[in-house]
C-alpha cells in the first residue's frame, strides 16, 4: 500500500492491534498553508457543527455532525476528511513548523533536535533526490541479477528485506509476544508477498476487483519500463508478477480468518520451517537479515509457505527475478525522483483511494520523521505541547472507566462466578499508558546525513528492523510503545493487555481541557473504554490478564457472550455503506464491539464522577444531551465512495454515521435524554437492545 508504514508490514498481514480509527490511508495534507508554530483550538463540543434542523432521534450524527460536513468539503488531495484527520493536519503543520526551525543549522540544537532537523533537511531537498534518479537503489537490483542458482535465493531475499524491511518478498519478519507463553518473544514470519492491498483483489469475481487487477498489471509494466525494460519485455515481467502474486494470494488466509488468533499461531521450529519450503536456504536468509529463529517460531500461514515452496520449485529463477526486482521497486519506488514517485502516485493514491493530488513534500517528510524516528519527534512534541497536569487528568478519567468496568462484570446476568472471577483479573491486570513512555527510545546509534535523503532512510528502517529482531528470545519489555506520542490515535494490544493513547490524541478538540466533563467523557472517555473493551471484544476475550491466547471462559458463558455479539453483528450488516455494499459486520465485529462498550463505560464513569455537582445546561444542551453530541462529534467525517468501497472490505471500522448511530440505538441513557419516541429510528425495545459489557 501507499504509506512507508503500511508497506513495510503490508495490509495483507500486521501486527495485530485494535486501533481507535483507521487514518493512514485516509489523510492527506493541505497543500496552500504554511507550518504552525501552536495547536489551533477548537472546542470537543462545537455548536457549529451541529444540523440542529435534524432530528436527534433519527440520526444523531447528522444532528451532531450535520455543519460540520457542510463546513468541510473534501479537499483535492484527500480521499476523506474527518475530525481526527483534521486534528491530524493540524498536528502535522505543528510538527512541519517544530522540524522547520530544527533543520536550521544551528550549533545549539542538542543531539535529538539535530538528528531529526537534519533528517528532514534532507528529505526536504527534492532536487538532489530528483537529481539521483535510479542511482541509490542500482546495487541492490544488480544483487538481484547476480544470482545464478535458487540455492542463493535465501541469502538474497535475507538481503532485501534487511535494507527495506518490506513485506513484497513472500514473507516479512518480525519479533512478536508468543501467544500463548506471552513472557517470550519469538519470531515472526508474515505471510505476505502481493501487491495489491488484499488477497481479495487477485480472486474476487466483481467487475471492480478485475478493474483493479487490470489496473495494478498496467502500473507494475510502467514500472518495469522506468527501470528500463522494453514495452515486450515490461508486458511480460508484469504478467509474471500477477502470476506469482496471484498463486500466493489464492492461498493466504482471508481478512476474517486472520481475526481469528488460532489461525495465524502456528509454533514452529527451523527444521520445520525448512520442511515446509525446502526449496529456500533459510538458515542464510535468517543470517542475513539478522533473524534468530529460536527458541521457536510463529509461523503465521503454513498454508502460504506451501504456496512458496511451489513457487520456488516451480517458477524459473528468471521469473523469480522479476517478481524480487519488483518487489523491490515497489518498496522504494516513493523514496525516489519524480517519474518513480508519480506512477506510484497515480496507482496506489489515485486510482485506489482517488485521492486527485499528491501530497506536499513536508507532508512526506513529517510522515517519515515520524514513522522512523518517532520518539525522538514525540520527545520534542511533548516538551512544548503536553503539559503534565492534562496527562494526570486524563489518568484520573481512565481510573473512573476501569472502576466502571469491575462494576459492570460484577452486574452482568448472564456471567457466571468462575467466568466472572477471570474477567475481573484480567481486568485488574490491563495497564494504561497515557501520553508518552516513561523512557524515551535511543536512536543515537543511526548516522543521519543532511546529504543523504535515501541513506538516512535506510540506514533508520535497518535500525528499526535489527531492534525487533534483536527482541527475540528476550523477555518482553512491557515498557514499550507501539505509536508514537504525535500520533492521533490509540490502540489496545491483547499481548501486552495495555491500553495506550498518545499524547496528540488526548488535544482539543477530542480531551480539551478548557470544557465540561459531559463532551470529554463522552468523546475520551468513549475511547478510552472503547479500548479497554477490546480487551474484552469477540478477540480480546481470548487472551487473558498476562496476554496469552487462553481460554478463561466456562462454555456457557462463551455462548452467552457470542450470542450477545451475534445480536451486535445482525445490527451492523443492515446498514449499507456504498451502492450495494452492506458492513461486514464479520469483520467490524470487534470494533463495534468496542464502540458500544465504551460508551457505556463512559456514561458510567462520568456519573460516578459528576455524582455529587449540579451540572448545567449549556449551547441549548441539557448535560445528558451534551455527553452524546460530543461523543458523536468525534466522528464527524465525509469519504469519497472510493474510499468508502477501500474500506468496506479491509476496514474493522464501521463507517463513521453507524459508529455512532449504531451505539446509541443501544443506549436507553441516549433515548431519555433526547426524549425520544419509541418509534423513532434510534429506539429500540428492551428485548431488541444489545448489550455485552
Ligand atoms: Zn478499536
Known amino acids: 500500500m501507499k504509506a512507508f508504514l503500511l508497506r513495510r508490514k503490508s495490509s495483507s498481514e500486521s501486527r495485530w492491534l485494535c486501533l481507535l480509527a483507521t487514518l493512514l490511508v485516509s489523510t492527506a495534507g493541505y497543500t496552500d498553508d504554511g507550518p504552525f508554530t501552536t495547536l489551533p483550538y477548537s472546542p470537543s463540543l462545537n455548536p457549529e457543527s451541529m444540523d440542529r434542523s435534524a432530528n436527534p432521534c433519527e440520526d444523531l450524527y447528522q444532528y451532531a455532525c450535520g455543519g460540520w460536513i457542510e463546513n468541510n468539503p473534501i479537499p483535492p488531495d484527500q480521499s476523506r476528511i474527518s475530525t481526527y484527520g483534521k486534528l491530524y493536519v493540524d498536528n502535522q503543520r505543528y510538527l512541519w513548523g517544530i522540524l522547520e526551525e530544527l533543520a536550521q543549522d544551528d550549533p545549539n540544537r542538542n543531539a535529538n533536535q539535530k538528528m531529526i532537523g537534519d533528517y528532514f533537511a534532507a528529505c526536504m531537498n527534492i532536487e538532489a533526490i530528483d537529481q539521483a534518479g535510479l542511482e541509490p537503489l542500482q546495487a541492490a537490483l544488480k544483487s538481484i541479477q547476480l544470482i545464478d542458482n535458487k540455492i542463493q535465493l535465501g541469502q538474497l531475499i535475507g538481503d532485501l528485506i534487511a535494507l527495506t524491511d518490506s513485506s513484497n518478498f513472500f514473507i516479512a519478519l518480525g519479533s512478536d509476544q508468543d501467544a500463548k507463553q506471552s513472557e517470550v518473544m519469538i519470531g515472526t ?25 487490470e489496473h495494478y498489471v498496467e502500473h507494475v509494466t510502467e514500472m518495469f519500463r522506468l527501470l528500463g525494460r522494453d ?193 475481573k483479573e484480567k481486568l485488574a491486570k490491563m495497564r494504561d499508558k497515557i501520553g508518552y513512555p516513561d523512557q524515551w527510545r535511543d536512536y ?34 512491557r515498557s514499550e510503545w507501539f505509536m508514537t506520542p504525535a500520533t492521533v490515535n490509540a490502540y489496545y494490544n491483547p499481548s501486552m493487555n495495555d491500553i495506550n493513547f498518545p499524547a496528540a490524541v488526548l488535544m482539543p478538540p477530542l480531551y480539551d481541557p478548557r470544557m465540561d466533563d459531559a463532551p470529554n467523557y463522552g468523546n475520551t ?31 456457557e458463558d462463551a455462548a452467552a457472550f457470542e450470542e450477545r455479539a451475534q445480536c451486535i453483528r445482525d445490527q451492523y450488516a443492515t446498514y449499507r455503506v456504498v451502492d450495494d455494499i452492506f458492513i461486514n459486520a464479520d469483520l467490524t465485529s470487534g470494533e463495534d464491539i468496542a464502540d458500544l ?65 449504531g451505539v446509541v440505538a443501544n443506549m436507553p441513557e441516549f433515548k431519555d435524554a433526547f426524549r425520544c419516541p419509541e418509534e423513532a429510528p434510534l429506539v429500540k425495545t428492551d428485548a431488541e437492545i444489545c448489550r455485552i459489557w
Open 231 to 423: 514495452d515486450e519485455t515490461a508486458s511480460r515481467d508484469a504478467a509474471t508478477v500477477m502470476r506469482i502474486e496471484t498463486a500466493l494470494a489464492e492461498a493466504s488466509l482471508t481478512v476474517v480468518e486472520r481475526r481469528d488468533p488460532h489461525k495465524v499461531y502456528h509454533r514452529s521450529t527451523l527444521d520445520e520451517l525448512e520442511a515446509m519450503v525446502p526449496a529456500l536456504n533459510w538458515k542464510a536468509l535468517f543470517d542475513a537479515s539478522g533473524m534468530t529463529p529460536k527458541p521457536w517460531l510463529n509461523v503465521r500461514q503454513p498454508g502460504f509457505m506451501n504456496e512458496m515452496q511451489q513457487r520456488i520449485d516451480k517458477e524459473s529463477l528468471d521469473d523469480l527475478k522479476v517478481y524480487l526486482t519488483w518487489g523491490l521497486i515497489n518498496s522504494r519506488a516513493d523514496l525516489l525522483s519524480a517519474p518513480f514517485r508519480d506512477q506510484d502516485f497515480a496507482f496506489y493514491s489515485a486510482y485506489l483511494e482517488g485521492i486527485d493530488e499528491q501530497k506536499p513534500r513536508w507532508r512526506t517528510c513529517v510522515s517519515l520523521i515520524d514513522d522512523q524516528l518517532g520518539e525522538a519527534l514525540g520527545k520534542e512534541f511533548v516538551d512544548r505541547n503536553f503539559p503534565p497536569e492534562v496527562r494526570d487528568q486524563v489518568k484520573g478519567m481512565s481510573e473512573q472507566i476501569h472502576q466502571a468496568m469491575e462494576e459492570r462484570i460484577d452486574q452482568l446476568a448472564w456471567m457466571s462466578p468462575e467466568t466472572r472471577l477471570q474477567a
Open 189 to 213: 514470519i508474515y505471510a505476505t508477498g502481493l501487491g495489491l492491498p488484499d488477497r481479495d483483489y487477485y480472486v474476487a469475481d466483481d467487475p471492480q476487483k478485475k478493474a483493479d487487477r
Open 525 to 555: 472517555g468513549g475511547t478510552i473504554g472503547h479500548e479497554l473493551v477490546h480487551g474484552f471484544d469477540d478477540e480480546g476475550r481470548q487472551y487473558d490478564g498476562d496476554g496469552n491466547l487462553r481460554d478463561w471462559w466456562t462454555a
Open 597 to 661: 462498550g465504551g460508551l457505556i463505560l463512559a456514561w458510567q464513569a462520568w456519573q460516578a464522577e459528576t455524582a455529587d455537582q449540579k451540572l448545567q445546561a449549556a449551547d441549548g444542551l441539557s448535560p445528558d444531551q451534551r455527553f452524546f453530541v460530543g461523543f458523536a462529534q468525534w466522528a464527524c467525517s465525509a469519504e469519497r465512495p472510493e474510499v468508502l468501497r477501500l474500506h468496506a472490505a479491509t476496514d474493522p471500522h464501521s463507517p463513521p454515521r453507524y459508529r455512532i448511530n
Open 444 to 477: 543515537s546509534s543511526i548516522v543521519i546525513k543532511r546529504d543523504d535523503f535515501f541513506g538516512n532512510v535506510t540506514r533508520a528502517t535497518g535500525f528499526e528492523l535489527q531492534r525487533q529482531l534483536a527482541r527475540i528470545g528476550k523477555p518482553v519489555d
